[in-house]
């Protein structure tokens, strides 16, 4: 389709299959990609950013073929046939605009002795490494970057020990040393410096790697023990619905009709099933059945939310504040300003544009809510939850939404425009 989509004001109800967590998929690509034998990550959408760490396991010596899934349609299975360490065949990496490859890959370059760079594009480029480069300097590994951003060139070998790390920037950093650390020979301690944010996304990547066969242990989110000399196991592994995805559809039910979201599971440790809480706590109408999570439209009450533990889904919540009695208020949010792009200003500046009244804060938002927008021409800042947040939105406008730069949607859901007719959205492309 093409770059812009034009969307008439409709209500969206039906059924619907939520798209694979992300979050989750890269997680098993990876273990997958450094276990011994042949393993094989199924249900998975290979958007953008799935691609991308695909062809990073895959750089580092990972052989991977994706096939077509018996799950569903338009789902792939990856077999992946692990190197059990790193083998060099590119040593350059391209990361597109994908943090969590980039953060997760990057401690994996400090396994091979080789000399690694790796690229990416757009606010990729400038997204802090921090964390990292100071373990370099610690360890005495040599790097290059370009000012600060990409490319970063290294060169060096991670040795085991105690890694300090700040809980309030990302937790891919966290991330990105507990897959590397296992391997290590001697064991090493992972050190949480401040109060650790996204503790959801540590969750599940202890919990991906145990299911390939490594242990982590979790000392209340202090410290992360992690002994070394362990091997990943191959094994079969189906990834589940993604929260955060659901996260619009919910929205779009509460909205304008009923929703009901098929293929989440409802004991996930995943930290965006948090929706569900903040939906009830506005006045939602959730029903959590076994087989599906179904949603009906709702008057909403403005209320508080902190967005420390969940900042994927602040633009999604920011447009139900929008149309919510009273006054919605986020906090703790300040790390979405280095998100694919600030987010806070991102989602303040382009509701503003439909009607809605938003106050942008340092670290937060703070928006008072109307029975209804009044549509216009927005743009997508190249960002995926960006526009699928504003094409929600057109649900309770008055004239149609304009959406530039509408094919950022590939980056995580590249089929979110065909389920969005499928609920019955209309749009003129």
């Known amino acids: 389709m093409k770059n812009t989509v034009k969307i008439n004001p409709s209500v969206l109800s039906g059924e619907i299959k939520i798209p694979p967590s992300k979050s989750i998929s890269h997680r098993a690509i990876i ?7 042949i393993s094989y990550v199924d249900n998975l959408i290979l958007s953008d950013d799935i691609k991308t760490t695909i062809n990073g396991m895959k750089s580092l010596g990972a052989d991977i073929e994706c096939i077509e899934s018996k799950v569903c349609e338009n789902v792939y299975c990856a077999k992946i046939k692990g190197t059990q360490g790193i083998k060099v065949l590119n040593s350059t990496i391209d990361c597109n605009e994908s943090g969590s490859t980039l953060r997760f890959l990057i401690p994996f370059a400090l396994l091979a002795g080789e000399k690694i760079t790796f690229t990416g594009r757009g606010k990729l480029i400038e997204r802090p490494l921090t964390p990292y480069y100071e373990i370099f300097k610690e360890q005495g590994i040599y790097y290059k970057n370009d000012k600060g951003k990409l490319p970063l ?11 300090k790390i700040k809980g309030n920037i990302s937790s891919q950093f966290i991330s990105g040393l507990m897959f ?15 109060s650790l944010e996204s503790k ?10 145990n299911e390939f066969g490594i242990e982590i242990k979790n000392n209340d989110y202090r410290e992360f023990y992690v002994k070394g000399n362990q091997k990943y196991k191959s094994k079969y592994y189906k990834v589940e619905g993604d929260y955060s995805q659901a996260a619009f559809w919910m929205a779009a039910g509460l909205l304008g009709g009923s929703v009901k979201c098929k293929d989440l599971n409802i004991n996930s440790l995943q930290g965006d ?9 506005m006045g939602g109408k959730v029903k959590i ?22 900042p994927d889904l602040v633009p999604i919540l920011a447009v139900l504040g929008a149309l919510s009695r009273g006054t919605t208020k986020i906090v703790n949010a300040a790390r979405l300003r280095i998100k694919e792009s600030d ?25 008072r809510g109307k029975e209804n927008l009044k549509g216009g021409v927005v743009d997508s800042w190249n960002d995926h939850r960006i526009v699928m947040a504003l094409a929600v939105a057109s649900i309770k406008c008055t004239q149609p ?15 979110f425009w065909e389920d969005f007719k499928s609920l019955g959205g209309t749009i003129d492309e």
């Open 180 to 194: 590397v650390l296992p391997l290590l020979d001697g064991d090493s301690c992972i050190k949480i410096t401040t």
């Open 401 to 415: 939404v304009v959406i530039t730069g509408c094919g950022a949607v590939k980056k995580s859901y590249p089929n």
């Open 343 to 367: 987010r806070l200003k991102a989602i303040s500046t382009e509701l503003k544009k439909i009607g809605a009244d938003v106050k942008e804060l340092e670290d937060g938002l703070v928006i």
């Open 289 to 310: 059945d076994k087989s599906f999570i179904e949603v009906d439209k709702s008057v909403l009450c403005g209320k508080v939310i902190d967005a420390s533990q969940c």
């Open 31 to 37: 273990c997958a990609g450094l276990s011994n034998g």
């Open 200 to 209: 959801g996304y540590v969750d599940l990547t202890i919990d991906v790697l």
């Open 153 to 163: 060139t290294m060169n060096g070998n991670l040795k085991s020990g105690v890694f």
């Open 273 to 281: 099933k948090v929706i569900l809480d903040i939906l009830e706590k």
